[in-house]
């Protein structure tokens, strides 16, 4: 299985700031890679498909890039309601698995 | 908009069998898309467990195939998961989620809201 190693696991930020969560796959997994938003309810949405297509919906504040075994998700300037899990997702080789998430947490 | 639920059993006993339940609505399972299990672990570690595509075929996750079983009432709308022998391991909210497939963009863009199992005697 391919493994997804995501870092930082919880990150601190204020409102307005710029962050990036990374995700190291343990190979190269071409660029098929997705992000997910976890938020506090439970409630799961795409963000990013295929490294950097935003889903529809999503605010162009969310970004996503990268190449190999490295990509990262972007958001702009923190808005409140983007403090929530963050996972990154394989889809080059079956089965899809998973990262370990990052806590987005107001600081 | 396509909307997904699960239902089942909150509470299952170590041995006995997981079964869940995902109703679709807004969208015929038949009609194209795979249909997914997803759990996420205490720890916030995510599984996929496998899915049952529109043509009723089905893709597990090595590590759950002599455990698991995904099938479907079309009539209904509805599809399912079995996971037998359970553990404490097994202790995780399930999601049902639809799989998008159209290269290159795999990705789930439809989830339920979640379902808490939790394996104890």
């Known amino acids: 299985d391919i493994q997804m190693t995501q870092t930082p696991s919880s990150m601190p930020a204020s409102l307005g700031e710029r962050v990036t969560i990374s995700c190291r796959a343990s190979?190269?997994?071409?660029?098929?890679l997705n992000w997910y938003q976890q938020k506090p309810d439970g409630t799961i949405k795409p963000l990013i498909y295929?490294?950097?297509n935003l889903q529809s919906g999503v605010p162009s504040r969310f970004s996503g890039s990268g190449s190999g075994t490295d990509y990262s998700l972007t958001i702009s300037s923190l808005e409140p309601e983007d403090f929530a899990m963050y996972y990154c997702?394989?889809?080059?080789?079956?089965?899809?698995?998973f990262g370990g998430g990052t806590k987005l947490e107001l600081k | 908009e396509i909307q997904l639920q699960e239902s089942g059993p909150g509470l299952v006993k170590p041995s006995q069998s997981l079964s869940l339940t995902c109703s679709v609505t807004?969208?015929?399972?038949?009609?194209?898309?795979?249909w997914s299990w997803i759990r996420k672990f205490p720890g916030n570690k995510m599984e996929w467990m496998g899915y049952?595509?529109?043509?009723?075929?089905?893709n597990y996750n090595p590590s759950l195939k002599s455990r698991i079983s995904i099938t479907r009432d079309t009539s209904k709308n509805q599809f399912f998961l079995q996971l037998n022998s359970v553990t404490t391991e097994d202790t995780a909210t399930y999601y049902c989620?639809?799989?998008?497939?159209?290269?290159?963009?795999?990705?789930?863009?439809?989830w339920g809201p979640g379902t808490m199992v939790t394996v104890s005697s």
């Open positions: 989620a639809r799989y998008r497939r159209r290269v290159p963009y795999w990705y789930f863009d439809f």
């Open positions: 807004g969208y015929t399972i038949t009609s194209g898309y795979d």
């Open positions: 049952i595509s529109y043509s009723g075929s089905t």
């Open positions: 190979q190269g997994i071409s660029n098929y």
């Open positions: 295929y490294t950097s």
């Open positions: 997702q394989q889809y080059d080789s079956s089965p899809w698995t």
